[in-house]
């Protein structure tokens, strides 16, 4: 089975400062990487992921997230955050060939004015 | 992009009673729906994986006779909690799977709260 780890629960952070959430799993196949982003009482909305190709995705609201296979890392970054940014993030893990998507404890991240 | 919903999206129920929430794929169709369930502060637990026109699939700890999963068409699946007790009370969410991009989309979530 996979796991994912999320290091970090909270991450504080000041308005326009970047940040990185962390995310590494466990697998010893090929993998597809998601990160999602929620809401107080929302679904889960889908803020990236990688698949294959390019190690760099980005998103459209700045986010980016590198894939790093030695690591077996997905580390999420923003260069300068905004108040609108503050939510839970979650890392997911699916198997290329398989069915189930396994998600990380997630991170929630506070934007300070 | 594609769209999944739920509903109702808050139900409040008394033990002993049973509840049914239903997942919706508007715009396209899932072979494959999933069924989380989420406690507050906390990441989602996969509960069972429905497959249109066959058994559900649950993951181990989950009771298969309690949460009762119907997945009679391609746009439609259904979680009926039966005899709900106050520690069901939780944050269900489905998901339907997209079989060419493999990517999850995710409905709203259900806060049930049982009484």
């Known amino acids: 089975a996979q796991s994912v780890t999320q290091l970090d629960s909270q991450v504080p952070v000041f308005e326009e400062a970047p940040v990185e959430l962390r995310c590494n799993y466990s697998?010893?196949?090929?993998?597809?990487l998601f990160w999602y982003v929620q809401y107080p009482n929302q679904g889960l909305q889908l803020l990236l992921k990688?698949?294959?190709?390019?190690?760099l995705v980005e998103s459209i609201n700045g986010f980016e997230a590198e894939f790093n296979k030695s690591q077996t890392s997905f580390h999420l970054r923003k260069p300068s955050v905004h108040i609108s940014d503050t939510a839970e993030y979650f890392c997911?893990?699916?198997?290329?060939?398989?069915?189930?998507?396994?998600f990380g404890t997630g991170t929630s991240l506070t934007v300070i004015p | 992009g594609a769209v999944v919903s739920q509903h109702p999206s808050w139900v409040i129920c008394k033990s002993g009673t049973s509840v049914k929430i239903e997942c919706r794929s508007l715009?396209?169709?899932?072979?494959?729906m999933f069924w989380y369930r989420q406690f507050p502060k906390q990441s989602l637990m996969l509960m069972a994986t429905?497959?249109?026109?066959?058994?559900?699939?649950?993951e181990q700890g989950v009771e298969k006779d309690k949460f009762l999963i119907n997945h009679a068409s391609l746009t439609l699946s259904t979680l009926t909690v039966t005899s709900a007790h106050p520690e069901d009370s939780s944050f269900y969410i489905c998901?339907?799977?997209?079989?060419?991009?493999?990517?999850?989309?995710f409905g709203p979530g259900t806060r049930l709260t049982v009484t």
């Open positions: 715009d396209f169709q899932a072979t494959t």
């Open positions: 697998s010893s196949v090929s993998v597809y």
């Open positions: 997911a893990v699916s198997e290329a060939t398989g069915n189930q998507f396994y």
């Open positions: 990688y698949l294959s190709g390019s190690t």
């Open positions: 998901s339907a799977r997209d079989q060419g991009t493999y990517e999850q989309y």
């Open positions: 429905s497959n249109e026109g066959s058994k559900a699939t649950y």
